[in-house]
């Protein structure tokens, strides 16, 4: 598998691109990539259904002038910023095995970070809801998935040292959540790894066995997503 650490300049470009390789890969120019990326400021992402009024206080959004985008993941609501480590996988679907199905992909990745995190958090990583990774029913990392003919985008972020005091100002509670949270608001549910970064992408890389650097990145295709789509209310507040 090949890899790529970029982080690009704006929230709509760094959206843009985690579709723009999904395209790249199922239109036949590439095959597995793990893609990292770290964001430098602070930002809402909506997952694809998602109704922003609902799940985004947009008032505190304005006020502190963070702007709401939407992916094109289901999952929930996130606020990105320093502090988060983004990965995103593109995998083969193949014929047969776990990753035919949503439910068996959610399984095997995240039981694959599971195995890749114990090492070096040295307590029980548990995996919890649907697609949560979590230490004593705290939450950590979040994640969501597309699935197209070929390939499958499975994406999501791990929280080494955000700020979760700010998620908790923009963000309502969630419409859906998963039984462990018991109603917690953000901050009893959430948790810093208090990590390094690049200690993490190491173990990921090695657990994917990505080893390659990626080259070719679809810049037009990046471009052209994030001015037409991911930078327009059309899209980020099409519910």
Known sequence: MKY???????????????????DHCEAGLEDELLRF???????????YANQASREVDL????????????????????????????????????????????TGTNTHILQRHQSALAPLLKVPVHIQGHTDLAVQN???SGNAQRRKRKFLIFHG??????DIPLIEKLLRMPSKQP?????????QFLMNLEMAPELLKS??????????LFPDLPVEKIHGLAQQKYSTTEWNLKF
């Open 4 to 22: 790529i650490d970029l982080t690009l300049p704006s929230p709509a470009a760094n959206l843009a691109c985690d579709e723009a390789l999904l």
């Open 37 to 47: 990326w770290e964001p430098q400021e602070p930002f809402v992402v909506v997952g």
């Open 59 to 102: 008032e505190a959004c304005q006020a502190n002038k963070i702007g709401v985008f939407r992916r094109c993941t289901g999952g929930g609501t996130v606020v990105q910023g320093p502090g988060i480590l983004n990965y995103s996988l593109i995998l083969r679907i193949p014929e047969s095995g776990p990753l035919q199905s949503i």
């Open 138 to 140: 705290l939450k950590f």
């Open 157 to 162: 972020t791990f929280l080494l040292k955000a």
């Open 179 to 187: 039984d462990y949270r018991q109603n917690r608001t953000h901050r």
């Open 203 to 212: 173990a990921l890389r090695q657990a994917w066995q990505a080893h390659e």
